[in-house]
């Protein structure tokens, strides 16, 4: 059986879908019980968060254990606790400020593809406009 009504469309004339629940959304009773068991705890809400303290505790243990190990400096200050990861951390946010220019200047401009016509030709508005 097929639904013959017109498809729904919003103020600007698009399509509005039904909505329709995901079928793969986690904890869907569809989800493979293997699949659930390895990845079941990326759908937790604290994920994110656990996550976040894991890697901050994994720095600061390595940061603490940089001044237990020793090592043969070339220059004063980089014998320092925690120098080597200052400067990675420095070093990243080099690279993130630089890729904000060169966004920009790689990036299209909006109006590359010029001025089209984004309303379907079958909207009301298309069709009392034309008659």
């Given at each position: 059986m097929s639904d013959d009504s017109a498809p729904e469309r919003d103020?600007?004339?698009?399509?509005?879908?039904?909505?329709?629940?995901?079928?793969?959304?986690?904890?869907?009773d569809s989800t493979h019980p293997a699949a659930q068991a390895i990845f079941g705890w990326v759908s937790h809400p604290r994920t994110p968060a656990l996550l976040l303290a894991a890697v901050i505790a994994l720095t600061l243990i390595l940061v603490m254990m940089d001044g237990l190990v020793a090592g043969p400096g070339e220059v004063g200050f980089d014998t320092l606790t925690g120098f080597h990861a200052l400067v990675g951390f420095a070093t990243i946010l080099a690279v993130a400020f630089a890729a904000w220019p060169l966004g920009a200047l790689l990036r299209r401009s909006p109006d590359y593809y010029?001025?089209?016509?984004?309303?379907?030709?079958?909207?009301?508005?298309?069709?009392?406009?034309?008659?």
């Open positions: 103020a600007a004339g698009r399509f509005v879908k039904p909505h329709t629940p995901d079928p793969d959304t986690p904890g869907n010029g001025d089209t016509d984004t309303v379907p030709g079958d909207t009301a508005e298309h069709v009392e406009g034309g008659q």
